[in-house]
T-cell receptor, first 109, second 115 residues
Framework: GQNIDQPTEMTATEGAIVQINCTYQ??????LFWYQQHAGEAPTFLSY??LDGLEEKGRFSSFLSRSKGYSYLLLKELQMKDSASYLC??????????WGAGTKLIIKP | GAGVSQSPRYKVAKRGQDVALRCDPI?????LFWYQQALGQGPEFLTY????????KSGLPSDRFFAERPEGSVSTLKIQRTQQEDSAVYLC?????????????FGPGTRLTVL
């Protein structure tokens, strides 16, 4: 079966750095997305990786290793507004997005 | 409008009732997706349209679920004879082109509660 694993919840301190990991086992791979979802709101796009390596976008970076079936989202200089769920999603061989359950990130002052 | 809109935002239905959920994608967006999201879970794919054509409906959980997009813009997800297990947030997303790698822009969702 297809599986996306992420930690259920993480806690970090304002101003710090946090890394949210995602491992996947899917039938085929056509890219990996990270989305941010605040409680009761729609998911919003953060990043898309299809090649191995690190993609940096401001305070957020995303890393992919296809051989290991692994990605992480790195958030720097954490702000209180970063408190949200972070969803990892993989585009499989049928071009369907397979979603993880999300990691709830709690930022403490 | 500027983004994807969905209506109603909240719907309470009695078991056995039929419901219709509406999605207005971003104007001009070619592709439209419906997802079901249970509390504390990621979205689960239901169905996908490219313009008015429903290209993939493999995620619809039963024949009680039906979706249409007759003019290639607004879409309606209909659930017949609702059951308690249908309670979830139903998310709609659209993409500018027909490529699956395009960024999906999500609406705020409709929270359906079946009593």
């Amino acid at each position: 079966g297809q599986n996306i694993d992420q930690p259920t919840e993480m806690t970090a301190t304002e101003g710090a750095i946090v890394q949210i990991n995602c491992t996947y086992q899917t039938s085929g791979f056509n890219g990996l997305f990270w989305y941010q979802q605040h409680a009761g709101e729609a998911p919003t796009f953060l990043s898309y990786n299809v090649l191995d390596g690190l993609e940096e976008k401001g305070r957020f970076s995303s890393f992919l290793s296809r051989s290991k079936g692994y990605s992480y989202l790195l958030l720097k200089e954490l702000q209180m507004k970063d408190s949200a769920s972070y969803l990892c999603a993989v585009l499989d061989s049928n071009y369907q997005l397979i979603w993880g359950a999300g990691t709830k990130l709690i930022i403490k002052p | 409008g500027a983004g994807v809109s969905q209506s109603p935002r909240y719907k309470v239905a009695k078991r056995g009732q039929d419901v219709a959920l509406r999605c207005d994608p971003i104007s001009g967006h070619v592709s439209l997706f419906w997802y079901q999201q249970a509390l504390g879970q990621g979205p689960e794919f239901l169905t996908y349209f490219q313009n008015e054509a429903q290209l993939d409906k493999s995620g619809l959980p039963s024949d009680r679920f039906f979706a249409e997009r007759p003019e290639g813009s607004v879409s309606t997800l209909k659930i017949q004879r609702t059951q308690q297990e249908d309670s979830a947030v139903y998310l709609c997303a659209s993409t500018r082109q027909g490529k699956h790698t395009d960024t999906q822009y999500f609406g705020p969702g409709t929270r359906l509660t079946v009593l």
